[in-house]
């Protein structure tokens, strides 16, 4: 139980193009998404919580008109980096919330690799 | 402010060798503590997960943790360690009362030897 599928898990793009990623609870309902980035060698970075029909929360730092983020439904949500640059090179991961104590814990998609050349 | 410090940044061991990995936290109460696994190019897997009662906890993968609130400790520990366990180990914390994001630690590596 408690799959999180995301999607795609490698993209090549050009620079100034958007890239949407999507991240799905596939066997539970995920009230709260999060998106982290994570450079090489480094811990996780969180950018932003989702809340389902509700705006995201971002993390200070984090530019909510670059990486905007849509939490349609219970089980889907979507990171789309805008006008992407070499600069947004990175492996973004999704989680959702468990339905345990404090909406932990957080379990975790195999992450997308992307490439902007 | 939280935090979390996994001291050893690489740590080797060989096959069959036991293993503790170390983890600390800074924290205004006990929160609720995690430990997840990396393997390259893939996203975190919960290995287990203390919430409150036996401050010893098993998880998956023969692993378990032992929570210590006088030494603010939730360290990670397997008897024997497989070639296959090879990965970086995060150890992360919640809050419990109220508020859901988690604090990680820096990571460690974990290198098996043959």
């Known amino acids: 139980g408690a799959v999180v599928s995301q999607h795609p898990s490698w993209v090549i793009c050009k620079s100034g193009t958007s890239v949407k990623i999507e991240c799905r609870s596939l066997d539970f309902q995920a009230t709260t998404m999060f998106w982290y980035r994570q450079f090489p060698k480094q811990s996780l970075m969180l950018m932003a919580t989702?809340?389902?029909?509700?705006?995201?929360?971002?993390e200070q730092g984090v530019e909510k008109d670059k990486f905007l983020i849509n939490h349609a439904s219970l089980t889907l949500s979507t990171l789309t980096v805008t006008s992407a640059h070499p600069e947004d090179s990175s492996f973004y991961i999704c989680s959702a919330s468990g339905q345990e104590k404090g909406d932990q814990p957080q379990h975790f998609g195999d992450g997308t690799r992307l490439s902007i050349l | 402010a939280q935090s979390v410090t996994q001291p050893d940044i690489h740590i080797t061991v060989s096959e069959g060798a036991s293993l503790e990995l170390r983890c600390n936290y800074s924290y205004g109460a006990t929160p609720y503590l995690f430990w997840y696994v990396q393997s390259p190019g893939q996203g975190l897997q919960l290995l287990l997960k203390?919430?409150?009662?036996?401050?010893l906890v098993q998880g998956i993968k023969g692993f378990e943790a032992e929570f210590k609130r006088s030494q603010s400790s939730f360290n990670l520990r397997k008897p024997s360690v497989h070639w296959s366990d090879a990965a970086e180990y995060f150890c992360a914390v919640a809050p419990t009362g109220g508020g859901n994001k988690l604090t990680f630690g820096t990571g460690t590596q974990l290198k098996v030897e043959l």
């Open positions: 203390y919430f409150s009662g036996d401050t």
């Open positions: 989702s809340n389902e029909g509700s705006k995201a929360t971002y």
